[in-house]
């Protein structure tokens, strides 16, 4: 069983793939060529599924940063005998930099291990384990490393020092004193295509510097946020850089699956895909964090995954693969233990088929939001963002599954309902960009108006006088929090004060953590207090005007980043739970500080 604690992981990205690397050296988490592809390392789920460890054999006193400005990981052992810098990465093109940062990549895993103090005796370990655990493929040496056969992902590691092979697994020691230096390349390539190619130490010390350079480039030209929490929200904004395949712009959720809501418990999901809304929320978090040059890319992305769908006489699905992808079927991979014992593990995700109004609303507030960046729009695009407000219009009046995909009897839940009024909302908005004829236009007026009646008659608990989760229910949902920091109410209405307070009262753990909701869900087990939720808890209250409470909540939930300032989707018994990074924490992050800095520039 895995056992290593979530926030010991660091995260790497090229736009393409993920990995994560534990504070002890080991990249227990690689998945190659895409995030959604099978792990060809997978310790993260089980203890042998594959994993790459370089470190000092001694004990050591372990420091992490990220290089200025990147997500280039520099981990510092220090032993009783000597220091040890490691310096990780993967990947990008040489000479990468702005708005194509990520767009290809040579799919290669970079470390370069180097003695700054005294000695250090270095070790490496190599488990290949393709196919999420279930390929042991057979390494053969060869001149500067080892490649592995057997399966249809063939990784090659290159490194100068000796590797003793036995089977599946590759081990070497080496002493290192001061100055001196070891470079580890892992290549992918397809099994069937040319063998991968072959790293040099000094390319490897060379792309390392480079890819460090095309980072903090990007970072130069892009990143522009001055306000409060200054460092973490453009953290998040390279996080959630990260969390984009560039290829084609579609962001996914988080980078791993079946890390769960709970420890030992069975809600344990795939986030390796593309919510229209998670991926909609994060360009527009990117507006604040960093330029989202990715909008014209996802925009385009999107009417390709999706109009298809809608010219069928179809809806939306809710998500897709990364490369517009709509069958997504769950499946549990049972050879896995999990991570502590978190079973199932699951990938692909059955909510792709669920009916969720609220992605209407969420692609239409980000197109709103980020106009300036789409330029003109060609006649497939606006005829899809006009489907989509038409879309809205027709079925708000439905029951659905909500936001958090429960897997319970649809319900007239008030987060959709408030969605399809941001739908029409924004589609008035952007009448003069995706030219509704006349009486489209009024029909939407016309609905939007229908829409926000009957949430002020029927979304308010009468003896509270907060908003509910949904129509005919007292049960509390955080997504209530959104009516200020959409539009649709000012901060300050009695209501939304109502909420706050309820949330704050009904809705917390005892640290003052909130949670996503009250009520059953259809699911087995218990979860975490949610991220997001927390910080929508903070912007609603700078919204409201409560700039003291606001920076209080935002302190809580931004408090239990990791050292480097990485979120999961949840924390729990003092630890962080579910996926990471989690695109959504990282969102919340974001908005909320540029709400309070809002709120506290209006205050003097």
């Known amino acids: 069983m895995s056992d290593v604690a979530i926030?010991?992981?660091?995260?790497?990205?090229?736009?393409?793939?993920?990995?994560?690397?534990?504070?002890?050296?080991?990249?227990?988490?690689?998945?190659?060529?895409?995030?959604?592809?099978?792990?060809?390392?997978?310790?993260?789920?089980?203890?042998?599924?594959?994993h790459l460890v370089v470190r000092p054999v001694a004990a050591a006193r372990v420091t992490r940063r990220y290089l200025d400005d990147s997500l280039v990981l520099e981990?510092?052992?220090?032993?009783?005998?000597?220091?040890?810098?490691?310096?990780?990465?993967?990947?990008?093109?040489?000479?990468?930099?702005?708005?194509?940062?990520?767009?290809?990549?040579?799919?290669?895993?970079?470390?370069?291990?180097?003695?700054?103090?005294?000695?250090?005796?270095?070790?490496?370990?190599f488990a290949p384990r393709p196919e999420y655990g279930l390929a042991r493929p057979l390494l053969t040496a060869v001149d500067g490393g080892a490649v592995t056969r057997g399966a249809p992902d063939a990784l090659a590691l290159w490194t100068e020092i000796p590797l003793e092979l036995g089977g599946s697994r590759a081990r070497g020691r080496i002493d290192l004193q001061t100055g001196q230096q070891a470079s580890f390349a892992l290549q992918w390539a397809r099994a069937w295509e040319a063998d991968p190619p072959r790293w040099h130490p000094a390319e490897v010390v060379e792309r390392l510097a480079d890819t460090a350079a095309s980072w903090?480039?990007?970072?130069?030209?892009?990143?522009?946020?001055?306000?409060?929490?200054?460092?973490?929200?453009?953290?998040?904004?390279?996080?959630l850089h990260g969390l984009t395949f560039q290829p084609t712009g579609a962001v996914v959720a988080a980078a791993t699956t079946s890390l769960p809501e709970d420890i030992g418990g069975v809600r344990n999901w795939d986030y390796r895909y593309t919510w229209l809304r998670d991926a909609s929320l994060t360009l527009d978090a990117l507006w604040i964090a960093a330029c989202p040059e990715e909008a014209r890319a996802f925009v385009s992305w999107l009417v390709g995954a999706a109009a298809g769908d809608l010219?069928?006489?179809?809806?939306?699905?809710?998500?897709?693969?990364?490369?517009?992808?709509?069958?997504?079927?769950?499946?549990?991979?049972?050879?896995?233990?999990?991570?502590?014992?978190?079973?199932?593990?699951?990938?692909?995700?059955?909510?792709?088929?669920?009916?969720?109004?609220?992605?209407?609303?969420?692609?239409?507030?980000?197109?709103?939001?980020?106009?300036?960046?789409?330029?003109?729009?060609?006649?497939?695009?606006?005829?899809?963002?006009?489907?989509?407000?038409?879309?809205?219009?027709?079925?708000?009046e439905q029951p659905?599954?909500?936001?958090?995909?429960?897997?319970?009897?649809?319900?007239?839940?008030?987060?959709?309902?408030?969605?399809?009024?941001?739908?029409?909302?924004?589609?008035?908005?952007?009448?003069?960009?995706?030219d509704p004829a006349a009486d489209e236009l009024s029909a939407w007026h016309r609905e939007r108006a229908r829409i926000r009646a009957t949430i002020l008659e029927r979304g308010v608990d009468p003896d509270t006088g907060a908003f509910t989760q949904a129509f005919g229910s007292s049960a509390l949902d955080a997504s209530a929090l959104r009516l200020p920091i959409v539009g649709f109410l000012p901060g300050d209405d009695p209501r939304v004060l109502a909420t706050i307070a309820a949330v704050r009262e009904r809705l917390t753990d005892d640290e003052g953590f909130v949670f996503?909701?009250?009520?059953?869900?259809?699911?087995?087990?218990?979860?975490?207090?949610?991220?997001?939720?927390?910080?929508?808890?903070?912007?609603?209250?700078?919204?409201?005007?409560?700039?003291?409470?606001?920076r209080a909540?935002?302190?809580?939930?931004?408090?239990?980043?990791?050292?480097?300032?990485?979120?999961?989707?949840?924390?729990?018994?003092?630890?962080?739970?579910?996926?990471?990074?989690?695109?959504?924490?990282?969102?919340?992050l974001i908005t909320a500080a540029a709400a309070i800095a809002t709120c506290e520039a209006a205050a003097g």
């Not at 994560?20 to 089980?46: I, Q």
């Not at 052992?77 to 990520?102: I, K, P, Y």
């Not at 239990?560 to 924490?585: I, K, M, T, W």
């Open 400 to 434: 659905d599954q909500g936001l958090w995909e429960v897997r319970s009897a649809p319900q007239h839940m008030l987060n959709s309902k408030l969605m399809c009024w941001v739908a029409l909302d924004r589609a008035i908005a952007l009448y003069d960009l995706i």
């Open 311 to 396: 010219r069928a006489g179809s809806t939306t699905q809710i998500m897709y693969g990364v490369a517009g992808e709509h069958d997504l079927p769950e499946r549990t991979l049972d050879h896995l233990a999990g991570w502590r014992d978190s079973r199932p593990v699951r990938v692909g995700n059955g909510a792709y088929d669920q009916v969720q109004l609220d992605v209407y609303g969420e692609v239409l507030a980000a197109v709103a939001r980020l106009r300036g960046q789409l330029g003109a729009l060609d006649d497939d695009t606006r005829w899809f963002l006009r489907q989509l407000a038409h879309a809205a219009m027709e079925a708000w």
């Open 75 to 125: 981990t510092t052992f220090e032993t009783s005998e000597g220091t040890l810098v490691l310096t990780d990465a993967l990947a990008l093109r040489a000479g990468d930099h702005g708005h194509q940062l990520g767009r290809d990549a040579p799919h290669a895993l970079l470390r370069h291990a180097r003695c700054t103090r005294g000695r250090i005796e270095l070790e490496v370990e």
């Open 516 to 550: 996503r909701y009250e009520g059953e869900d259809g699911l087995e087990g218990e979860e975490g207090s949610f991220l997001l939720c927390t910080f929508w808890l903070a912007h609603a209250q700078a919204l409201a005007g409560d700039a003291v409470g606001a």
């Open 7 to 50: 926030e010991e992981h660091g995260f790497l990205s090229d736009g393409h793939s993920a990995a994560l690397v534990t504070r002890a050296g080991s990249v227990d988490w690689l998945c190659f060529p895409r995030f959604d592809a099978p792990s060809v390392l997978g310790r993260l789920l089980d203890d042998d599924a594959g």
């Open 553 to 588: 909540t935002f302190e809580l939930a931004a408090g239990v980043r990791n050292d480097l300032d990485l979120l999961a989707e949840e924390y729990g018994h003092g630890v962080l739970l579910g996926n990471v990074p989690q695109a959504f924490s990282h969102v919340g």
């Open 216 to 239: 903090q480039r990007w970072a130069a030209e892009h990143q522009r946020y001055e306000g409060p929490w200054r460092d973490l929200v453009r953290c998040s904004g390279r996080v």
